[in-house]
């Protein structure tokens, strides 16, 4: 069964930083590009940042230079390093694959002023 577990979140203090990954089972991950997204308090959910499988990205501009995606295609891991975290960072955070497959739970990211 394919699953997502996102997991690195937490409460941090603006300008601080955070490391999300992505842990992808079954066959997703290895053959599709992969994405993060974030739901901030009363939003929709919201791109932010894609890598192929060859490790080429894109991010929207609210966080180009400030966070950074990666994968691990040996462990089926993806990550997200966040720099610079502002309050309007604080979101609930989640991963999933082009083309995607049931969300997870997400990992709440909260940053205070």
């Known amino acids: 069964q394919v699953q997502l577990v996102e997991s690195g979140g937490g409460l941090v203090q603006a300008g601080g930083s955070l490391r999300l990954s992505c842990a992808a089972s079954?066959?997703?991950?290895?053959?599709?590009?992969m994405a993060w997204y974030r739901q901030p308090p009363g939003k929709r959910r919201e791109f932010i940042a894609r890598?192929?499988?060859?490790?080429?990205?894109v991010y929207d501009s609210s966080v180009k230079g400030r966070f950074t995606i990666s994968r691990d295609n040996a462990n089926n891991i993806m990550y997200l390093q966040m720099n610079s975290l502002q309050p309007e960072d604080t979101a609930v955070y989640f991963c999933?694959?082009?083309?995607?497959?049931?969300w997870g739970q997400g990992t709440q990211v909260t940053v205070s002023s």
């Open positions: 079954g066959s997703i991950f290895t053959n599709r590009d």
């Open positions: 890598v192929s499988t060859g490790g080429f990205t």
């Open positions: 999933n694959s082009f083309p995607s497959v049931p």
